[in-house]
């Protein structure tokens, strides 16, 4: 239920216009670049993350933090897609603003994905861990693998 | 987990039934990425995936036994024969989009399995088109000219100035998996050439990476456990997530293999010299 009612936020979010910034004159390329910050942040926290989760780094709790960090940043991927924002270094494919629902499905899944892995995180239980982590990186690649452009 | 304790492992698995076995080798060599279809919902291995090359689109034959359409007439010997000299049990040469080339170094034991697995799966009545290729390769002759130039069956030999791990990803890399048909340059006429070996390449409109030990150009500042977790995951060392057609290739192969067969993989791949990509 919680889930429907973020993905249809996120739909809407993603098919609006670049309004959603306009009050502070966020420019279409600025809004291409805070989206590639945002995901730059993911990938560090990510990066992090999966060298506790294949024992190669020792969690000392630390863990958690990069896992509420993934978890903060998927939240804040619904409002970093507006209409209009792809442009400049921008590697989305247009099938975000031609799907959105299937787009906003995909985020959902992955904010389901990092919660799940903040409650690993926090059993400090390395199965749990393990698992809940592959979990986020297939999210990622799904997403990746439909809506960006090909590497 | 030492080389010693994965053979151990394989071939506990070995003893216990052949067509597990083959449903794993069949994983490993990466049939069904091309023996599937690009469709919603496609039955696995039935065929009729198109596949576009420089030479034109080749069309995947369907693997399940079906006697019609698929392989349920083939024996043992007409299998092993198509990997390991690239013909059908009519003796028809096969194009190398079929990558002969590189299955000609499985073992008879390890076709066998996948023969097996293949034979238990349901059979599927799908007749799949005839390959639309350019004028000069429209024939199986033009096949047969290809191969007499540019073909030589050769089993793998274990080097035994390596260990067991290297033995192991050196069988997977170059002739299971088949890693370098994408991952190796060709000229011309769609020869892998041995000297640039994982240089990487060019597919259609994508770039293949380099995934040599070369520092800038290749795979050079990935650890082991790097690769190993890329091909479980797709995860790369900083974090980033491939959205490539590597994406396939970790779904239905790389993924589905123990984490020691991935390691044996790492172990071959830091082995190869570093090698800059070829210009475009």
């Known amino acids: 239920m919680q889930r429907k009612f973020f993905s249809a936020i996120a739909a809407l979010t993603i098919s609006s216009t670049l309004s959603l910034y306009a009050f502070a004159d966020t420019t279409p390329e600025d809004a291409a670049d805070y989206r590639s910050a945002v995901m730059t942040s993911l990938r560090g926290h990510i990066g992090a993350a999966s060298m506790i989760a294949r024992g190669l780094v020792e969690n000392d709790g630390h863990l958690l933090g ?24 921008s590697e989305a494919l247009p099938l975000i603003w031609e799907e959105p629902e299937a787009f ?41 693998d439909r809506f960006r452009v090909q590497q | 987990m030492g080389a010693a304790a994965m053979m151990a492992a394989l071939s506990a698995f070995a003893a216990d039934d052949i067509v597990e076995r083959g449903r794993y ?57 198509a990997f ?28 066998l399995a996948i023969k097996a697995y293949l034979f238990s799966l349901e059979p599927v009545p799908k007749e799949t088109a005839d390959h639309d290729l350019a004028w000069y390769m429209s024939s199986r002759i033009a096949a047969g000219a290809w191969k007499a130039v ?50 990487g390449s060019t597919f259609g409109e994508e770039k293949i990476p380099n995934i ?13 456990s790097d690769i190993e977790y890329f091909l479980d995951i797709g995860m790369l060392p900083d974090g980033d997530f491939t959205g490539s057609s590597m994406v396939d290739v970790i779904e239905d192969n790389t993924s589905k293999l123990t984490r ?21």
């Open chain 1, 66 to 89: 990069h896992a509420q960090g993934l978890a903060n940043g998927a939240n804040e991927l619904s409002r970093v897609f507006p209409k209009g924002s792809n442009v400049g270094e």
């Open chain 1, 104 to 144: 906003a499905e995909a985020i959902a899944n992955l904010q389901e994905a990092t919660a799940a892995f903040v409650t690993a995180a926090e059993s400090g239980d390395e199965e749990a861990i393990g698992a809940a982590f592959r979990n986020v990186g297939m999210s990622c690649r799904g997403c990746h």
């Open chain 2, 25 to 81: 080798l069949t994983y490993a060599g990466g049939c069904i990425s091309c023996h599937t279809e690009d469709v919603e919902d496609a039955i696995p291995l039935a065929g009729g995936r198109a596949m576009e090359t420089p030479f034109g689109t080749f069309y995947s034959p369907n693997l399940t036994p079906d006697m019609k359409s698929g392989i349920g007439g083939w024996s043992d010997d007409d299998f092993v024969d």
């Open chain 2, 84 to 111: 390991w000299e690239g013909v059908s049990p009519d003796g028809k040469h096969y194009f190398p989009a079929f990558p002969y080339t590189s299955y000609t170094g499985a073992s008879r034991d390890d076709l």
């Open chain 2, 150 to 199: 540019n073909f030589e069956p050769a089993r793998f030999e274990p080097d035994p100035s390596q260990d067991e791990q290297w033995n192991r990803g050196a069988y997977l890399v170059r002739h299971l998996g088949h890693c370098g048909e994408c991952h190796t340059p060709r000229n011309a006429i769609g020869v892998s050439q041995a000297d640039t070996e994982m240089a």
């Open chain 2, 212 to 224: 040599t030990t070369h520092r800038i150009d290749g795979i050079g500042r990935w650890s082991a």
């Open chain 2, 260 to 280: 020691d067969d991935r390691l044996a993989i790492a172990s071959y791949l830091k082995s190869l010299p570093p090698r800059e990509s070829a210009e475009d």
